[in-house]
């Protein structure tokens, strides 16, 4: 059975830092495209960034672009986002997805829960 277990989210000020991890279970977590959305109150899910089996490859939503980063540890089955610069706007649900590629909720394959991150201005 695929786990996804988001952790890190919390309070921050704006201009702060925070970093997410996402543990994966169940799987070949080297064998898979693992990737971040957010849901904003109110706001669709939306595509923040991904990196690809081989950590080569990771494209970021313009939003996000220069102030996040996502990398993976395939020896410990985690793949983590670093956010620096936060604004309030980032203030959303942060969520892990495994087993797909691009910025189409439907092109992933499995979802964690989802952690919190509050942006206060």
């Known amino acids: 059975q695929v786990q996804l277990v988001e952790s890190g989210g919390g309070l921050v000020q704006t201009g702060g830092s925070l970093r997410l991890s996402c543990a994966a279970s169940?799987?070949?977590?080297?064998?898979?495209?693992m990737g971040w959305f957010r849901q904003a109150p109110g706001k669709e899910r939306e595509f923040v960034t991904a990196?690809?089996?081989?950590?080569?490859?990771?494209p970021y939503a313009d939003s996000v672009k220069g102030r996040f980063t996502i990398s993976r540890d395939n020896a410990k089955n985690t793949v983590y986002l670093q956010m620096n610069s936060l604004k309030a706007e980032d203030t959303a649900v942060y969520y892990c997805?495994?087993?797909?590629?691009?910025?189409?909720?439907?092109?992933?394959?499995?979802w964690g829960q989802g952690t919190r991150v509050t942006v206060s201005s």
């Open positions: 997805a495994a087993g797909g590629w691009g910025p189409r909720l439907d092109n992933w394959d499995y």
């Open positions: 169940g799987y070949t977590f080297s064998n898979n495209n």
């Open positions: 990196i690809s089996r081989s950590g080569t490859s990771t």
